[in-house]
């Protein structure tokens, strides 16, 4: 009886898994319900709202605020020339600052321009959240 038990389920399994490995499925890239959920085209969907978001903000407000302060333009920033012509005769060569290429990104360049944006756009204390911040109880102390 026990041998008959074992014997059974061993054709069983054994037939179980043949058919498994024999079974023709559609693989990853193709399965369209999967593509769907995997991260493996994470980098081909458009960014979601958040990122969007603070690169409107980097793009109308960050960067042109920053680099209108002169203390960016020297340290950070390469200045070049356009020629522009205004009339047939008379042509002027107007300054204009761009990023330099070449350079690595530091801390301290971000402290420089997050200090030149607070100066520019100062933060008013009536619409700020720092006086009810530091009002909340700290845990621990």
């Known amino acids: ?16 898994l043949s058919n498994c490995s024999s079974s023709v499925e559609v693989t990853p890239s ?8 995997s991260k493996s085209n994470a980098a081909t969907k458009k960014p979601g709202v958040m990122q969007r978001s603070l690169d409107s903000w980097l793009q109308n407000d960050w960067e042109p ?19 522009t012509k205004k009339k047939e005769a008379s042509s002027t060569k107007e ?24 100066e520019a756009k100062p933060t008013h204390e009536e619409e700020s959240n720092v006086k009810k911040m530091e009002s909340l109880p700290v845990i621990g102390k």
Do not use: G, P, R, W
């Open 1 to 16: 009886m026990k041998q008959l038990i074992i014997t059974s389920n061993a054709i069983f399994l054994a037939l179980v």
């Open 30 to 37: 193709q399965n369209s319900e999967l593509n769907k959920i």
């Open 65 to 83: 605020t920053v680099s209108k302060d002169k203390k960016i333009q020297q340290k950070y920033m390469q200045e070049k020339k356009i020629n």
């Open 95 to 118: 300054k204009h600052y761009v990023e330099k290429k070449d350079k690595n990104f530091t801390l301290q360049e971000y402290v420089d321009k997050a200090s030149a944006y607070m």
